[in-house]
């Protein structure tokens, strides 16, 4: 086993982009089982790496990996499958907090996640009362050399005014304004289906451990700095 993508399975999803239909999947359907196989092997070896650096809710390779066909009940895109390979991984206990993502798609379009995809009211609350009274821990994280190499800068979906309790002219407002915390990084098709494919991913996670290791105090703290039980 090694660690980079079959070309095959990049193959397949090239050709799946261009005939994205139920007839032509089915005719297919032994290649697409072949490249789902690929893309286990390699999350398999990826979670036992990760599991040396970090602690992950135990899955099995199969079960990180999201199905391929899409929910288009309410999309205008009816096409019904995905073209590229998703799966996540998710930090174990109350006390870790945020989770892994990975993509792998052809045409440039693999990427690399981590961070906070989904966080509730609660925790938005929480994060921005910490942001608001002490930015630097974080902003000596997103400014530090590794992850401005590794991920550029703090990616997510925002507000697009000031959230409630907050001035528009606050210092830090455009952390405040986050509603997703998203680290992302890409890789091309070329680095992709290099051997030495799996050993970036395991550093890029590595990389995002700072900045997942200090929201997880945050959110598991009150704002006295009491872990919330």
Request: proline share 5%; aromatic share 12%; charged share 30%.
């Amino acid at each position: 086993m090694t660690g980079k993508i079959n070309p095959n399975t990049f193959k397949f999803l090239q050709e799946l982009n261009l005939n994205n239909n139920r007839e032509w999947f089915q005719a297919h359907k032994e290649r697409y089982l072949d490249a789902h196989s690929d893309v286990i092997e390699f999350a398999e070896l990826l979670i036992d790496e990760m599991n040396h650096h970090d602690q992950l809710v135990p899955r099995t390779a199969k079960q990180s990996l999201f199905r391929i066909y899409r929910d288009i009940r309410f999309s205008k895109d009816k096409t019904p499958y995905k073209t590229g390979f998703m799966g996540s991984m998710k930090r174990d206990t109350k006390w870790l907090r945020g989770g892994y993502y990975f993509k792998i798609a052809p045409n440039n379009q693999t990427a690399i996640i981590g961070g906070f995809w989904g966080p509730n009211s609660s925790d938005i609350t929480r994060i921005r009362q910490e942001i608001g009274s002490d930015p630097s821990p974080m902003r000596k994280i997103i400014s530090a050399r590794p992850f401005l190499n590794n991920f550029g800068q703090l990616d997510g979906d925002e507000l697009k005014t000031a959230p409630k309790g907050f001035s528009k002219e606050h210092p830090d407002i455009d952390l405040l304004r986050k509603k997703q915390f998203l680290l992302v990084r890409n890789f091309n098709d070329e680095a992709v289906l290099k051997s030495d494919f799996l050993t970036h991913v395991v550093k890029t996670f590595r990389a995002m451990r700072p900045f997942l290791d200090y929201m997880s105090e945050v959110l598991t703290t009150d704002e006295n700095g009491v872990p919330i039980e």
